[in-house]
């Protein structure tokens, strides 16, 4: 389900629920698997889970093990949704990459030169 404001997010993916990773505490946090500033899955309420105020603090590490073993069908949303993500992220690098070779072609200037140059002492001005 997708919510109209961050709000309705916030309250459909606590909504009374218990802490996904202890279950002991009451789920007051609610915690974005994908980052929220992802817009596209920013207020999808499969990319949330409730946690208690000291897991999402002090156990990070613990939310996508909770996830997997606790909801599977989500976990699997999650997975699938990230690589989406991740891939458009490394397609940026590469052009980003691309056009500061470019950068380095149309200016004469090797980088990599310039930098160990500086590091060794031979810093030019």
């Not at 915690?31 to 899955?41: A, C, K, P, Q």
């Not at 156990?59 to 599977?72: D, G, T």
């Not at 990459?97 to 980088?111: E, H, I, M, T």
Request: net charge positive.
């Amino acid at each position: 389900m997708i919510c109209a404001t961050d709000k309705e997010w916030q309250h459909a993916v606590k909504d009374g629920r218990m802490c996904l990773v202890c279950d002991e505490r009451r789920g007051d946090h609610a915690h974005h698997l994908i980052s929220r500033g992802v817009e596209r899955y920013k207020r999808e309420t499969r990319n949330g889970v409730a946690l208690c105020g000291e897991c999402h603090l002090y156990k990070p590490w613990r939310i996508l093990a909770a996830v997997k073993a606790k909801a599977p069908s989500q976990y699997r949303w999650y997975q699938k949704h990230k690589n989406e993500v991740r891939r458009g992220f490394e397609t940026r690098k590469v052009k980003d990459r691309r056009v500061l070779s470019g950068a380095q072609k149309r200016l004469g200037v090797n980088l990599k030169s310039q930098i160990s140059n500086l590091k060794s002492g031979r810093g030019g001005a």
